[in-house]
Nanobody
């Protein structure tokens, strides 16, 4: 059974960068499109980015375009979310899942942007 685990979050200053990882186990990731979502305190979960199985199609929340990049390395069973020029409003717990969502949500990884 496919399981996904998020990592790479942390505390970063305004304008800084982080790279999040979504590592698959139990099954090959190359059969799935993957989505990154986030949830800030008191807010609903929102989609951030997604990537197709073949890496030929990617999509981003409008506010993230030009700042975030999603890539996949199927040889490492991993999807990455590179986040640059981080803003205070990017503070949230970030989660990955299949697209469409088929798995229970994991623990996520906390991203905190400080001024």
């Amino acid at each position: 059974q496919l399981q996904l685990a998020e990592s790479g979050g942390g505390l970063v200053q305004l304008g800084g960068s982080l790279r999040l990882s979504c590592v698959a186990s139990g099954y090959s990731l190359d059969r799935y499109a993957i989505t990154w979502t986030r949830q800030a305190p008191g807010k609903e979960r929102e989609g951030v980015s997604c990537i197709s199985i073949t890496h030929k199609a990617t999509d981003y929340l409008d506010s993230e375009k030009g700042r975030f990049t999603i890539v996949r390395d199927n040889s490492k069973n991993t999807v990455y979310l590179q986040m640059n020029s981080l803003r205070l409003e990017d503070t949230a717990v970030y989660y990955c899942n299949t697209a469409p969502v088929t798995l229970p949500w994991g623990q996520g990884t906390q991203v905190t942007v400080s001024s």
